[in-house]
């Protein structure tokens, strides 16, 4: 795990080549109940309505329901103009969360994409966070997702998506290349984040 860790420490420069999205600079804020409404479209109902919902506030993200399942939902803003509402189940509540909530903040409060993953790196090899212990599921289902490319393109609502988190697999690994063809991709390849992108047939309406 430690060598894996380094790797990604000595690739985070490519972050700042667009290699990684994100913008540094504040969020617009949203007012409180409109972004857990926004935290709980991520997902079906049967999921985040029992789930911890995270709000961002002007100094990061904090909770603002204490759910009772172990899922957790939060409104991810890698770019100033994006909208990204996520849900994760209990193993990726414990692990991805706090990586992406932490990375979200870091660029919330000035600093570079690059600085923020540095930072994240320097967090896994000192046990500040962990990765997950099996694969992690993610709700991105929302029909009211503001999704931004990562080369800065505003896509909006792109498609309504399940994203499984498979620490640092790349699209090799999966014997294809993201090409726009396929129904899977592979978000964040060869980053502790790195997923395996899944489209599916139905959004969820912001109830």
Not at 26 to 46: N, Q, V
Not at 96 to 116: D, F, N, S, Y
Request: glycine share 8%.
């Amino acid at each position: 795990m430690r060598s894996l860790v380094c790797a990604f420490l000595l690739a985070t420069p490519l972050a700042a080549q667009g290699v990684r999205g994100g913008q540094s600079g504040p969020r617009p804020l949203l007012e409180r109940d409109r972004e857990i409404a926004l935290a709980r479209s991520a997902g079906p109902s049967a999921v985040t309505d029992s789930a911890t919902i995270f709000v961002l506030t002007s100094r990061g993200y904090e909770v603002a329901v204490h759910g009772t399942n172990g899922a957790a939902c939060y409104v991810s803003r890698d770019w100033l103009a994006s909208l990204e509402p996520h849900c994760f189940d209990p193993e990726g509540a414990q692990t991805i969360l706090p990586l992406a909530m932490q990375r979200v903040t870091l660029m919330h409060l000035g600093k570079t994409p690059a600085e923020a993953d540095r930072e994240i790196a320097e967090g896994l090899m000192s046990g500040k966070f962990r990765l997950p212990r099996r694969p992690v599921v993610s709700y991105m289902l929302s029909a009211a997702q503001i999704l931004v490319s990562e080369d800065g393109r505003n896509v909006g609502a792109w498609r309504p998506h399940l994203m499984i988190y498979y620490p640092y697999l790349t699209t090799k690994d999966l014997g294809f290349v993201n090409d726009g063809t396929q129904e899977i991709a592979i978000s964040d390849a060869g980053k502790p984040t790195a997923s395996i992108v899944i489209a599916v047939k139905d959004f969820v309406s912001v109830r």
